[in-house]
C-alpha cells in the first residue's frame, strides 16, 4: 500500500499532537480518585491546596438550593462528616492517604440528605 506525500505530514502531526502532554501537575489515578502518591506530588501544605490543584473542579459551586444557598461539597474524613470544602484547609497534606469524589446523587445514596446536595469529597487518612 503506497501512502500519499500529501496525507503523510498531516498525519504524523496528528500522531505527535495526540501523545503530547499539556503539562502541569499530572495525577496517575482516574479523576474521581487522588492517592497518596498524587497528593504527594503537589508539594502543597494543605489538602485544600492540593485538590485545587490537582482537581479543581471537585471545590467548584453545584448551583443554589431553594433558599438561594451556595451548594458545595460536604467533606467526610475516615467516614464522618466534617463540613463544607474549607475543611479541606484543615487537613495537613501528610495526613491524608486518599481522596475521592462522590456525585451528589451518589452522596446522597450513601449518606442521605446531608450530603447529597452538592457531593461528597471523602478523605482517607492514616
Known sequence: MRV?????????????????SPG?????????E????????????????AV???????????GTNLS??????QVFVDGTQRGDIDELRQIPLLDATSVSFMSASDAATRFGTRAG??????????
Do not use: H, M
Open 4 to 20: 500519499s506525500r500529501q496525507w503523510a505530514a498531516p498525519a504524523l502531526l496528528l500522531l505527535a499532537l495526540g501523545c503530547a
Open 24 to 32: 502541569g501537575v499530572r495525577s496517575n489515578s482516574s479523576s474521581g
Open 34 to 49: 487522588l492517592t497518596q502518591a498524587d497528593l504527594a506530588g503537589t508539594r502543597e501544605a494543605t489538602l485544600y491546596g
Open 52 to 62: 485545587q490543584r490537582l482537581r479543581p473542579q471537585w471545590l467548584r459551586s453545584r
Open 68 to 73: 438561594g444557598l451556595t451548594l458545595f461539597a
Open 117 to 126: 446536595t452538592g457531593g461528597a469529597i471523602l478523605v482517607s487518612t492514616r
